[in-house]
């Protein structure tokens, strides 16, 4: 049987690609407070604001490609069974080929409606004020927004309670539920780190890797396949 990974993945793995990370040092998303794009209460206030925002996340992700470290995550299915649960809302893994993704935080190229949680769409385009699903509702994007519950919580954690390894890439540790997960490792499971900024409190000193995740990625593939 092959031995299972599971990858805790965070904006620092997208930022290679171009894609500006959650919160700038200045506490601010896209020169938007985060209350004000990323709330229930911010959507009810300006719904178009909102939709807005996401349809320029949406655009962006046209222009942008997986990167090496996505790459290599998605070769190690040849030997590993991968999971990547993944704090982002791109969709730079799938693209990369990887096969076992679960977005903790929801996905831009997905839209839900107002009324019904469970009732979600593929969606590529703009999504708009008047975008209704079939019931008459309006279409909202399918992102967890502060607040709210984390419907793949339950799914993620049993799925690092059964991991062999666990890499944690490009993640600052601090969001919590996702964070969290860190408490659900098995005690034999080897635990690798891969970030630049983070400190070191989670795993040996030789399974901790101050690099980007690209350069983090390419070490650790050496390791794993040895």
Same mark, same amino acid.
């Given at each position: 049987?092959?031995?299972? &990974?599971?990858?805790? @993945?965070?904006?620092?793995? @997208?930022?290679?690609?171009?894609?500006?990370?959650?919160?700038?040092?200045?506490?601010?998303?896209?020169?938007? !407070?985060?209350?004000?794009?990323?709330? %229930?209460?911010?959507?009810?206030?300006? #719904?178009?604001?909102v *939709?807005?925002?996401?349809?320029?996340?949406?655009? $962006? *992700?046209?222009?942008?490609? #997986?990167?090496?470290?996505?790459e290599?995550?998605?070769?190690?299915? =040849?030997?590993?069974? /991968?999971?990547?649960?993944?704090?982002n809302?791109?969709?730079?893994?799938? !693209?990369? +080929?990887?096969? =076992?993704?679960?977005?903790?935080?929801?996905?831009?190229?997905?839209?839900?409606?107002?009324?019904?949680?469970?009732?979600?769409?593929?969606?590529?385009?703009?999504?708009? *004020?008047?975008?209704?699903?079939?019931?008459?509702?309006? *279409?909202?994007?399918?992102?967890?927004?502060?607040?709210?519950? /984390?419907?793949?919580?339950?799914?993620?954690? =049993? &799925?690092? @309670?059964?991991?062999?390894?666990?890499? /944690?890439? +490009?993640?600052?540790? $601090?969001?919590? #539920?996702?964070?969290g997960? &860190?408490?659900?490792? %098995?005690?034999?499971?080897? &635990?690798?780190?891969?970030?630049?900024?983070?400190?070191? $409190?989670?795993?040996?000193?030789?399974?901790?890797?101050?690099? @980007?995740?690209?350069? +983090?990625?390419?070490?650790? !593939?050496? =390791?794993?396949?040895?």
């Open positions: 049987m092959k031995k299972k &990974i599971v990858v805790l @993945s965070g904006a620092g793995i @997208s930022a290679e690609s171009g894609i500006s990370t959650f919160r700038d040092s200045n506490g601010l998303w896209e020169n938007h !407070r985060i209350e004000d794009v990323a709330s %229930p209460e911010g959507f009810a206030r300006n #719904p178009k604001l *939709l807005d925002f996401y349809n320029l996340r949406r655009r $962006q *992700l046209k222009d942008v490609k #997986p990167n090496l470290a996505h290599i995550l998605a070769e190690l299915e =040849k030997d590993f069974d /991968v999971h990547i649960i993944t704090q809302v791109d969709d730079l893994h799938e !693209r990369a +080929g990887s096969t =076992k993704v679960i977005h903790l935080h929801g996905e831009l190229k997905k839209v839900r409606s107002m009324k019904d949680e469970k009732q979600i769409y593929n969606w590529e385009e703009d999504c708009n *004020l008047g975008d209704l699903d079939e019931f008459g509702n309006q *279409l909202r994007p399918h992102i967890v927004w502060f607040g709210e519950m /984390v419907p793949e919580m339950d799914n993620a954690t =049993k &799925i690092v @309670s059964e991991a062999d390894i666990f890499i /944690v890439i +490009g993640t600052s540790m $601090q969001v919590y #539920p996702a964070a997960l &860190i408490h659900y490792i %098995p005690k034999n499971c080897e &635990i690798f780190v891969v970030d630049p900024h983070l400190e070191n $409190q989670f795993t040996k000193h030789e399974n901790f890797l101050k690099t @980007s995740a690209t350069e +983090g990625m390419k070490v650790l !593939r050496k =390791k794993l396949l040895k």
